[in-house]
Each structure stands twice: as C-alpha cells, then as structure tokens.
C-alpha cells in the first residue's frame, strides 16, 4: 500500500457527497458542498478540501451544526441581498450567494449578497473563480468560528484568519487569483515545523504574553496567530487592519455573530460571509478587460527574477498549476486521511470509494 | 523662529487653495484637492498632506499633467460609472466617484466608480471617510504612476505602493478606518532611518539583485520595496497578491494605463482609481451595523495588551486621535517645508500665508 493515494478528483467528489448525504444533508447541498472540497483539493488547496472531513465530522457531532437546513434569501435590495444559511455548512449558501452576486451583477453592473447564520465555507479562492468562469471579477471573504489572530500590541485573539480571495477572467491566461488568510502564516506551516523539528521564526506566532513563540507544539495549542506582516515594525498593524475589515463585512455587514463575543451557551456558530461580483463590460467594451489583464499578467512573469532557477509567477500560478496536475494524476491523499474518511463512512453509513485506489 | 509651524487647518487649506488655483485649477477642483490634502494632514497622514506640494509642482512642470480638466462621467451602467479624470490631479475626480458611488449605493445598496486619465489622488483613508461621514462603507484604492513594489521572487518593481483604504461608520465610535500601503513600509521610513543613521531590517526593501537591502540612502535611491510581509517566508506572496489586486481594481477596470508597460514617450501618467460605496441599510436594519461595529471596535480596544503601556488600538484610532489633537494645535509643519511652499506660492504668484505663524 502507498503512503500517498491519488484519488481522481470525480470518485473524491463522489466520496464527499456520499458522507455529506449520510450526514442527512440535501442531494443539491451535498452535491454544492462536495464540489467545493474537490475544486479546493484540485487547486491544491489542501487545507480546505478532503482533509476537512474529520473535522466537519466534529462538528456535525457538537450538534451546532443543522445538517439540512433551510437555506433562504431573507433580504434583497437592488444590487444587494442577504442570504441566511440556516445554520448548515457554509459551501451551498456561499455558492448561492455568489450565483446571486453574478446575477446583480449582470443587471447593476455589481453585485454584493452577504450570508449569515452559516458556517464554515472551505476555501474562498473557489467562490472567486465561480465568478471568474463566467466572465465576472469575483471578491471572497468568510469570518471564522473561532478567534486566532491576535491584534497589534495584543496578546489574545480577536479574529479568525479571515480569508480574502480575488479572481478576474483573462481572456489568452487563467484567471487572476488571489487567495490569502489575513494571518502570516497559515496553521498548517505550524504543523509541518512541528512534524520536521523546526523553531518557529519570529513573527508567526506569539505566546500567550504577546511575545514571539518559537516552540511550534505549544503555537499549535495556542493558536495565537499574528496578522499578516508580524510584528509593527514589519508591518503587522496592516494584517490587523485587513482582518478587522474582513470582520465588519462578513460578520456586521450581514448580521452575524461576531466570535470573540459570542455567548458560550450559543446554540449555533453564525458564521459571515460576504460574495461580490464585478461585471467587466459595465467598466469598458467588451474584452477590453481581459485583454488589458492578459498583458498585466504576462508582464508579472516576465519580471527578472533574483533567481534564475526560480521564475516569478503571476497570482494564482501556483493553483492552476496544481489543477492541471491533479486533474492528470489524480488527487494526493494521504493514507492516514483515507483511513479517517473510511471510518467516518462507515460510522455514517456512506459507502467508501477508495478501496481500490492504491 | 520655531522649526515646526503649528498650522491651523483652515489656514493650510487656503494656502493650498491660493497655489492650486494659482496653477490655472478652477475655484471648486482647487477647493476639492486643498480639502484632500488638509483632511489628510488633519489625520496626522503627513505624507500625504501639504508635503505633497514640492512634487505637485514637479508634475505641473513635467507638462505631463492638465492643471484645468475637465472632469466627466464616461459610463454609467447601473451601480457603477467610470470617470474620465480628464489628465488633472486626481482629488477632485476621485471625491467626484466617491459621491457618485455613494448616491448609487443609495438606489441600489452599492455603487462602484472608477478613475481612469487621472494622477496622484492622495490618501486613500480620506475617500472612504467621505462615504463615512454619509453613513456608508466606503472602500478606495489607487494604482500610481511609478512602480516600487517588488513581486516575489523578483528584482525589478511591477506596481507601485498600491493603496487599500476601507472605512465604515459607527454610532458611539469614531468610523473604523483602515488605511494601508500594500508595501511592507512606507517610503517616508526609509527617508527616517537614513537620517537617523540606522541601517534597515530584512524585508523593508531589496537591491538589484533582489536581496535583502539594508543600506537606507541606496534603498532611497532604488525604491525596491517588498510587499507586505516581506521575505516569501514572512508571506510577501500575499502582499504581492494584494497590490496585484489593486492594480486590477484600478487599472484594468477603469481602463487606465499599467505604469509598468507604460510607453516613456506618453504623454500623460493616465492612473486609475477605484471608489466603492456599500449602504449598511440595504443588508441590516437602520442603526444595527453602527451597533455591531461599536461592540467590535469596543471589543479589539479591550483586548489584553502584550505590555499594559502601550494598549490595542482598534483601527483608525491613531488617525482620529491625531484629527482631535491637530484640530485644536494645529497641523505641524516644518519650517523646511514651510519654504519650499513659500517658494513655490511666490513663483505661481499665490499668496504667502504662513508669513504671521511662528
């Protein structure tokens, strides 16, 4: 047996639905919320595809989680609308509202829809490129669950690592994407200077009195993460800055709750989200767009790098990279990860797709 | 004489009136771009304010800038419109989108303007407070006419220090305002450590090689600065993706001109901006965001400090604690300073007005 399995992204995605469906969720939801994960695992955005599973697992047992909920437009306004989530997994009314924001684009040139009472959403770059695919520049931000980023001069956390994703269609290139947490580093960088004995260096984490932690096993049982930048001198304040604005538009702006104040008694997390979309041809004639962010991209990766051997790439190289080699080869999954989706199959009674795959 | 003039604001803005109109600038673009100016040196964004008069007069000399523009609305589909900047200084059509993008998110709940065949346009901080102080979310960004910031893995600048402003109104508090360069720091700390004699820490600028550049007065000189964040290892990606960001916000959109494929024989600088305005009352009920954003900002102030002498700020606090003190004192400005604008206002043929203070 491999220690690596590489799972085609259409028996993954079946995989996904078939636990998402025993777990009691909808064919159309199941179907919405699989997609995501395989796009992210395809993009090689690990840390939000398939490896969420057991975690989600978590929290469908916390019993703060409606499995199928009702998911419905609760206001509309214009170019706006609020979607609520119901309080299921965020991926179908992220979906939803970013069809919506495409739509009020279509008409008004723009559109923004936020979602409230939803939960975690996967990985934002993927509701950018939703936009992107169809020829709108698609704007991506999720509150978090729970708190991790400490503010400037803090020492607890106020924030999650609030993601911020951008997309815009090219016409010759792929899409244009930016797909970043407001944090540093991501938790996962944490896990593998754990994994390989490695000190964490200054600015990625702090302890628990505001000061650099270099111990990667206690960063990862703290989870105090700094901002983007690290420390002021570097520029922390900025990270701050951003993860606080993507607060006000996915937790204020659509009326959900906001973590670090969240009572613990709490029947449901209320997670935020905010989807907008920009229609190019509003802006200029038709391909100009495209066209112009051709000639951009093209001049990003022809800028003279510092080293020959490593050429710079244009936002979003690395992930359509990534997808065309997964879409090949199939998707790496670990077999300790295999193993955890196969119990949580079978505990939930969902078949198990990967025994053959070897 | 005293080496810094305390300045009050209305003063200020009359000099910087006297000399704009003096430049041929009719009596309400003169009257925006003082205006921008002073509410920028109001907010203690000094590099931004009257010290922005020496290389004013530059682009006025470089004859790459029309003094007395004319300013028209080029599109208008919706939600959204593009402004023509009409190749003058880039306040006054900038506060134009803004109020444009205001009263659109008044009809529609969001508005989107953008700017092209414009210039430098200032602090971005002080658009989004002008949708602010209206009651809506505003959000500005810029491209600028020369690059500076590095990509990753880079040794040649693709963007320039690419500006993200967001600001949002709230009841008991001070609007939230976010106001950063997508650059690691601002130019003006470089010109600090040069005359303080310090040498730069890693991830502040690069040589030409794309290495790190400690050397104050040649960083000075090339003006290769990282993104935000820095070193890869710091997250200079995201920076990088961020200002990228911003450029095709900006440039593309609008229709304006990438500096970095900009021909050197063109006749003007031709920058783009983009301004956006989002009604809080098209997604909440009247004066629920103000009291979600209260509790927030509220909430990251009483965040436990790492040291007790130096407290978190929540976002927009150091401006608006500058605003309050310089409104009252006066807005300082170095004697140094104060004759390079005397200069300048006596060869334009404005007059003197900080002749009285001392």
Chains 1, 2 share one sequence.
């Not at 800028?303 to 359509?320: S, Y």
């Amino acid at each position: 047996m491999s220690a690596v399995l590489k799972v085609p992204a259409k028996i993954l995605k079946s995989q996904l639905h078939a636990i998402f469906e025993a777990w009691g969720m909808s064919a159309d939801q199941a179907d919405m919320t699989a997609e995501t994960l395989t796009r992210a695992d395809l993009l090689g955005i690990d840390s939000h595809g398939i490896t969420l599973i057991p975690f989600y697992a978590d929290l469908i047992a916390s019993g703060r989680l409606t499995p199928r909920p009702e998911i419905r437009i609760a206001r509309s306004f214009g170019a706006t609308a609020v979607i609520d989530g119901g309080g299921g997994f965020g991926e179908a009314p992220a979906v939803r509202a970013m069809e919506l924001a495409i739509e009020k684009a279509q008409s008004f040139g723009i559109g923004a829809v936020g979602v409230r009472n939803s939960n975690h959403y996967g990985a934002a770059g993927v509701y950018a490129l939703q936009a992107a695919a169809k020829g709108f520049i698609g704007l991506s931000m999720t509150a978090v669950y729970a708190p991790s980023i400490v503010p400037t001069f803090g020492r607890e956390p106020r924030m999650g690592t609030n993601p911020i994703a951008l997309a815009a269609p090219a016409r010759r290139n792929r899409p244009f994407l930016l797909d970043m947490a407001t944090s540093t580093i991501a938790i996962g960088k944490l896990k593998l200077a754990f994994r390989e004995g490695r000190t964490l260096p200054e600015g990625w984490a702090l302890d628990r009195e505001g000061r650099p932690q270099h111990d990667p096993e206690q960063a990862l049982a703290d989870r105090l993460m700094t901002p983007l930048g690290g420390s002021r001198e570097m520029g922390g304040h900025k990270g701050y800055g951003l993860a606080a604005m993507v607060e006000v538009l996915c937790t204020m702006l659509s009326g959900a709750t906001y973590a670090a104040l969240r009572p613990a008694e709490a029947s449901a997390y209320d997670v935020g989200h905010f989807q907008l979309a920009i229609h190019p041809e509003a802006f200029r004639e038709k391909g100009e767009f495209e066209e112009d962010l051709d000639a951009f991209l093209d001049c990003l990766r022809a800028t003279r790098p510092a080293d020959v051997a490593q050429p710079v790439l244009a936002p979003g190289d690395p992930e359509h990279l990534a997808c065309e080699k997964r879409s090949r080869e199939g998707i790496p999954v670990p077999r300790s990860l295999a193993d955890q989706v196969e119990a949580i199959a079978r505990k939930s009674g969902a078949q198990y797709f990967f025994g053959d795959i070897d």
